[in-house]
């Protein structure tokens, strides 16, 4: 039995790729056009998280790894995965512990965005952390992480000049900086941010 999805009619469903990480569903649809297609979307097994944590003298935390699928060293805020239906400020909290040892006693949901929104239905939740507290990373074992610490505004730079590409923390930065800039944060938060 057929049935839509806005303009497209789905007349058939599979699974036809599944991992732990990720599931691809392949659609037999007719098109917006008439015309008759196959549709794939890559559904993640996790909500995808982030979190920016900014210190009290303005600075982030930043987190090094190699990435896989780019084969390229990346530097980013915290992020990991949580569950689909869990709690994602509890799985936020856990990923900034494992990977940067923080805890942080304030939290604030800046953020939710769509990600790459023609081929998966991947969404992503973001978190400001403050009032943090220093610890001992936990890594899992996929990961090899290193940390630093930068002046968020420095931050924000390598994001602009393309050092830092990593989108989910290209758009923290950004939402950060706009939250800041328009009083949208604390008054101290927002001076020590945008004030070397």
Known sequence: MSRTRG???IHSE???FESPWMRVHEFDIT???GKPGVYAVM????LALVVLPIHADGSVTLVGQHRFALDRYSWEIPAGGGQLDGDPLADA???LKEETGLTADHWSEILQLDLSNSITDERAIGYLATGLHDGAPEP???EVLQTRRVHFLDALEEAMS???RDALTVAML???HYMAQQGLLASELSGVMLNR
């Not at 559904?43 to 996790?46: D, G, T």
């Open 14 to 16: 599979r699974i036809a």
């Open 7 to 9: 303009p497209w009619t």
């Open 140 to 142: 899992e074992g996929t």
């Open 31 to 33: 098109q917006p056009d």
């Open 162 to 164: 393309g050092q830092i």
């Open 93 to 95: 909290r856990r990923e």
């Open 174 to 176: 950004m939402r950060a």
């Open 43 to 46: 559904s993640p097994r996790n």
